[in-house]
């Protein structure tokens, strides 16, 4: 790759800037990209709640007959 | 199943980032011309050479989805190709800061270095609208396929383009005569190089897991919302 040539080194204290800025936009780029995969994943987990709530319905609508046929049934 | 050795490598990954970072403050020397300024290298030319690399790779991808018609390997070019472009934002920004304390200007446009790098990413930006215009789910995956390679086969092209072009302003770190890094720099560098590639097989893993999480959620509800019409079974995400 290349590197920019032709120009003076700056000072410390000016160039610290300038890379603190480069390392900073970095993380904050990272930081902000987990951030939008946290609220995916939240959205995901808020689906898979909903899913498993209709998963039990169904499941609770069809077990209801055989439960009062149960309790239809003499008790020994 | 995606989500399969995601811990590990998230590890290895933290832990290449932190010894890269180390190395670029406390052990690699100062550069002579540049000074301090230098350190940006170690973060925008790993970013930079991941992210083109990045968009062959979803390239490949997308020829094994052409050829075996397997919707995984659509995912796997989109998730490449997605995750790139982020590389290519920092790549960017970070040449942008760099480029102002070198040159005194946050851009040049008579660079071919830094032109001809806008030009393949503001191709990818147009990945995404491309994408999404086309409804149909398999029409949509074939014409992004299609781009995929094309745009693919762009990047080393115009990579070369570069490299062949003469500037004044830009040496050549890897060149053997002029410009080529001393050992301790070069060892750094390529600390920062794998850093950045663990980085981004990390997010294309963590990306691809959510979306087949997501996808899976989804062929859970359809099938609970119409049991009679449960529908084949689909191992790729759905890229939406």
Partial sequence: MMLPLGAPALPLDEAGKYVAGAYVVFVVLLVVYVAIMAMKLQRIERELREVAEIAEGNKGSQAAPGREAEEAAPRV | ?240
């Fill in chain 2, 1 to 240: 199943m995606y989500g399969k050795g995601l811990k590990p490598l998230s590890i290895a990954t933290v832990a290449m980032i932190a010894l890269a970072l180390s190395l670029v403050f406390f052990y690699a020397p100062l550069d002579g011309d540049q000074g301090f300024i230098q350190k940006i290298f170690y973060l925008h030319v790993p970013l930079a050479m991941t992210a083109l690399v990045g968009f062959i790779v979803g390239g490949v991808f997308a020829i094994a989805h052409l050829r075996t018609d397997n919707r995984k390997w659509d995912a796997y070019s989109y998730v490449a190709i997605h995750i790139s472009v982020i590389f290519g934002v920092a790549v960017l920004i970070t040449g942008a800061i760099w480029a102002k304390a070198s040159w005194g200007h946050w851009w040049v446009w008579n660079e071919p270095t830094l032109v001809s790098f806008l030009i393949v990413f503001l191709m990818y930006a147009t990945y995404y609208p491309f994408r999404y215009a086309i409804e149909d789910r398999d029409r949509q995956a074939r014409y992004a396929s299609v781009f995929a390679i094309t745009a693919g086969a762009f990047v080393p092209l115009n990579f070369m383009a570069v490299r062949m072009a003469q500037s004044l302003v830009h040496p050549r770190v890897f060149a053997t005569s002029n410009g080529g890094l001393p050992g301790e720099m070069l060892v750094v560098f390529l600390c920062c190089l794998v850093a950045m590639a663990l980085l981004w097989m990390t997010l294309v893993k963590f990306e691809l897991t959510a979306k087949s999480a997501s996808g899976q959620v989804k062929r859970l509800r359809r099938a609970l919302d119409a049991p009679a019409s449960t529908g084949t079974s689909r191992i790729a995400p759905e890229v939406s």
